[in-house]
T-cell receptor, first 112, second 113 residues
Framework: DAKTTQPPSMDCAEGRAANLPCNHSTISGNEYVYWYRQIHSQGPQYIIHGLKNNETNEMASLIITEDRKSSTLILPHATLRDTAVYYCIVRVAGGANSKLTFGKGITLSVRP | DGGITQSPKYLFRKEGQNVTLSCEQNLNHDAMYWYRQDPGQGLRLIYYSQIVNDFQKGDIAEGYSVSREKKESFPLTVTSAQKNPTAFYLC????????????FGAGTRLSVL
């Protein structure tokens, strides 16, 4: 699996967009980018995933660069409840041995 | 109300004791997983099961055991051989082939008395 690199932390103001970066320079052609988040003392929550096109759902948008070596998760209007650790994971889709590797992620702090 | 239920929320283990953490899902998912999380760290995979009556070791299976007798249940036993069991334990499930989209329970926090 391709390794991902995320800064340890960032913050943003409530109501503003939060842009969370992730580097995955060794990504393979069949590997997807997945984002999860974990609010303190809760289980992780799936947010979004993509292969090469930009993706949007009710929670966030995922922007993947054309060379696929990096991506950005965008929370368009961050709220205090978005304060959490965000994990970027690169993995082939499906398969009989699907093991997600959660690193330390990036801690997002949303300030009032 | 579909989801994954882990119990208990908090658990205390005495030295030399085996304890079992419960994980039940009503999502009709084939695959189930157990992860361990230590403070300030990411998740590490203990065991996973692709189908009933089958399970595989993850990265840190030593000192743990599991069973998968029913599709909806995947209990984890922390044995006395696990010398450092204090951690946050998370159970997850995923639907068949889309196994990178995993749904997690609320976790069990295990401490040693």
């Amino acid at each position: 699996d391709a390794k991902t690199t995320q800064p340890p932390s960032m913050d943003c103001a409530e109501g503003r967009a939060a842009n969370l970066p992730c580097n995955h320079s060794t990504i393979s052609g069949n590997e997807y980018v997945y984002w999860y988040r974990q609010i303190h003392s809760q289980g992780p929550q799936y947010i979004i995933h993509g292969l090469k096109n930009n993706e949007t759902n009710e929670m966030a948008s995922l922007i993947i660069t054309e060379d696929r070596k990096s991506s950005t998760l965008i929370l368009p209007h961050a709220t205090l409840r978005d304060t959490a650790v965000y994990y970027c994971i690169v993995r082939v889709a499906g398969g009989a041995n699907s093991k997600l590797t959660f690193g330390k992620g990036i801690t997002l702090s949303v300030r009032p | 109300d579909g989801g994954i239920t882990q119990s208990p929320k908090y658990l205390f283990r005495k030295e030399g004791q085996n304890v079992t953490l419960s994980c039940e899902q009503n999502l009709n998912h084939d695959a189930m997983y157990w992860y361990r999380q230590d403070p300030g760290q990411g998740l590490r995979l203990i065991y996973y099961s692709q189908i009933v009556n089958d399970f595989q070791k993850g990265d840190i299976a030593e000192g743990y055991s599991v069973s998968r007798e029913k599709k909806e249940s995947f209990p984890l036993t922390v044995t006395s051989a696990q010398k450092n069991p204090t951690a946050f334990y998370l159970c997850a499930s995923s639907p068949g082939f889309l196994q990178n989209i995993q749904y997690f329970g609320a976790g069990t926090r295990l401490s040693v008395l």
